[in-house]
């Protein structure tokens, strides 16, 4: 797992909601260098698609120049996984600005004024956190207190909620100043009942959907063209949860 190759994964714009979650499911496999070789299966069943979805959108990635796949095969000649290397080296202007010669005039500079706060290197923290601090700056105090947080909640629903949170923060963070705050609160409203403490949903109310169901939910939305406060949208959420509430 590497938290470089997830955050250049976050980092791809103007993708289909399903392509950028799978790209993400490969970073999360994937070593500093951006190489993989996660199972096909093994893809479907952590992220709740099915198998010829996942190769559907490889092969998507793949066209788009995103991935480079490449088969593997083991000593008797019987293939195995793919490997899968991410392309992580960006097209950067290496140009030098061209010298005229003439020495520009000094100015002073003030120093300066030193933090209050000390951000944290996003190398040091788990990878749920270090893709919320990916896209705002996270303070030592602000870690500590959500690290504290998180001490009781398992580490694969953390990174399934934080993936969820980061895809939608680009339309939420107008309104919402804190993408830990935010990331804490929806959390809990996603807690299935055996993990949550002191759960609500008792008394033949109907469990909440994990966070896997709720990013494939909001992928919807998103193909379907909705915005994620539409009517439409709300619409779309409520049957999802009267049909988890059918079920029970």
């Known amino acids: 797992m590497s938290v470089r190759a997830l955050n250049w994964a976050f980092d791809q714009k103007g ?3 399903a392509s950028k979650l799978l ?3 490969l970073a999360n496999h994937a070593d500093d260098n951006g ?8 893809i479907a069943d952590r992220w709740d698609m099915s198998s010829r979805t996942v190769s559907r959108h490889i092969h998507l990635l793949s066209i788009d120049g995103l991935i480079t796949v490449s088969p593997r095969y083991r000593d008797n000649g019987s293939q195995t996984s793919n490997a ?3 392309s992580m080296t960006p097209l950067t ?3 030098a600005p061209h010298d005229t010669g003439v020495i520009p005039p000094m100015t002073a500079v003030s120093p300066p004024e030193p933090s209050l706060e000390t951000t944290v290197e996003t190398s040091t923290l788990p990878t749920w956190l270090a893709m919320l601090a990916n896209e705002q700056p996270l303070d030592e105090k602000t870690a500590t207190v959500i690290l504290g947080w998180a001490e009781y909640y398992p580490e694969a629903d953390l990174e399934d909620m934080a993936v969820t949170v980061v895809l939608k923060w680009p339309e939420y963070k107008r309104k919402n ?19 949550k403490l002191k759960s609500p ?3 033949g109310t109907a469990k909440p959907q994990t966070s896997r169901d709720s990013i494939e939910l909001e992928a919807r939305i998103q193909e379907a063209g909705h915005h994620p406060a539409s009517p439409e949208a709300q619409a779309m959420r409520r049957e999802a949860r009267d049909g988890v509430r059918e079920s029970t």
Not at 35 to 42: D, K, S, V
Not at 177 to 195: E, Q
């Open 15 to 17: 993708m289909q909601p």
């Open 23 to 25: 790209l993400i499911a």
């Open 93 to 95: 202007d290496c140009h």
């Open 177 to 195: 100043k804190s993408i830990f705050a935010t990331f804490k609160n929806w959390y809990r409203r996603n807690l299935t009942s055996d993990v």
């Open 201 to 203: 949903y008792r008394n």
């Open 84 to 86: 899968y290397q991410l």
């Open 35 to 42: 190489y993989a070789w996660p199972g096909i299966e093994g």
